[in-house]
């Protein structure tokens, strides 16, 4: 009889109503991939991941599915699923999206970023700060994503989501880089996040394309630097040539 493999730190998950299990579980495995848990290249074995998650394995299966939409998992044609490795080119054409896409956003939030959308960023960059003082790190990470939908409000929603999916992506490699800079990885971000909401409140359109731009390509290159020394980026200089912003390099 074959020994049961477990997937590793994999706990039963609470389902007010079984209808609900696929975006409970599909919520549940995400943040695990995410926060690192599920390290990259861990195997889940549907048979163990279901048991331990207390589903059957069609919601299950689904779940992979969206996963793997999400560039979290792969799915190999014999069926065995692993998280996702981590990928330098994947994080340099991620954050050449986020350039683009993003730096178009906060120029559609110029002109419509009034008092109250000032109020609500200026709340959750401090917010940040005392996260990020107090080393709690998830709690930072909600702030952060509430603030970046702040400064590009003027979007619509589908580019809003789009912008959503883009940034998930790029969670497991910024925690590797704050892993090497426990006590300091906050702080650049932290000035320029002030910059772009500053150029936001006088209404300069092109200086807030530029410092989104500046931003999202000091950190990609950054955590490229940090977890991949011998890549070179392509597309961060292309997607920054793009929006008339000088290389960062």
């Known amino acids: 009889m074959s020994r049961k493999v477990l997937v590793p730190h994999i706990t039963k998950v609470e389902l007010p109503e079984a209808r609900q299990a696929i975006p409970h579980v599909h919520a549940y495995l995400r943040e695990r991939i995410l ?24 919601p299950l299966r689904e779940v992979l599915r969206m996963l793997q939409e999400e560039g979290l998992v792969q799915i190999e044609p014999n069926q065995r699923t692993r998280v996702s490795v981590l990928d330098p080119r994947e994080l340099d054409e991620i954050y050449a999206s986020r350039i683009v896409l993003e730096s178009l956003a906060v120029a559609m939030t110029v002109g419509d970023f009034d008092a109250d959308a000032r109020q609500q960023a200026d709340d959750q960059l401090a917010a940040m700060r005392v996260a990020a003082e107090a080393g709690e ?9 509430a603030f970046h939908r702040t400064i590009t409000c003027g979007a619509s929603d589908t580019m809003q989501k789009q912008l959503r999916q883009l940034a998930d992506r790029c969670v497991r490699y910024i925690r590797i880089y704050q892993g090497g800079e426990p006590n300091s990885w906050h702080k650049a971000g932290d000035q320029e996040h002030a910059q772009i909401l500053s150029a936001l409140a006088e209404g300069t359109k092109a200086v807030a394309q530029a410092r989104m731009a500046s931003h999202l390509a000091h950190t990609a290159l950054k955590v490229l630097s940090d977890t991949s020394p011998d890549y070179e980026p392509t597309a961060v200089p292309e997607a920054l040539a793009m929006v008339g912003v000088p290389d960062q390099r």
């Open 35 to 58: 926060d690192g848990t599920l390290r990259p290249g861990t195997k889940l074995s549907q048979v163990s991941l279901a048991e331990q998650l207390g589903v059957s394995r069609t």
């Open 137 to 145: 790190t998830e709690r930072w990470f909600v702030i952060h994503s």
